[in-house]
């Protein structure tokens, strides 16, 4: 059972930044692909960004491009979401996600393709 810990949120300005982590535990992380996800109140939970078991391949949501780096570091089993220039239209409960891609080097963007949660940590950009 792989456990997932998110952290990092808060409220920061328009054009502000965040780096929000992901830290696992329980199981190999490096079996994984990870992504993160971002949910408002009524709404879907929406695919934001993923990287690959390996860390090679990366996806982002098209709104995000440019702006947010995901990335992996398996020596302290914790992956991250570099987000720049923030916009309101960013607010939301981010939740990072582990999904067992069976030693493809895939990148899901599915969120039934994800079998473990994190918690989700708040992120609220002001205008």
């Known amino acids: 059972q792989l456990q997932l810990i998110d952290s990092g949120g808060g409220l920061v300005q328009t054009g502000g930044s965040l780096r929000l982590s992901c830290a696992a535990s329980g199981h190999t992380f490096d079996y994984y692909a990870m992504g993160w996800f971002r949910q408002n109140p009524g709404k879907e939970r929406e695919f934001v960004a993923a990287?690959?078991?390996?860390?090679?391949?990366?996806a982002y949501t098209d709104s995000v491009k440019g702006r947010f780096t995901i990335s992996r570091d398996s020596a302290k089993q914790t992956v991250y979401l570099q987000m720049n220039g923030l916009k309101p239209e960013d607010t939301a409960v981010y939740y990072c996600a582990a999904a067992d891609t069976g030693g493809i080097p895939i990148t899901p963007i599915r969120r039934a393709q994800y079998a473990y949660w994190g918690q989700g940590t708040q992120v609220t950009v002001s205008s």
């Open positions: 990287v690959s078991w390996s860390g090679a391949s990366t």
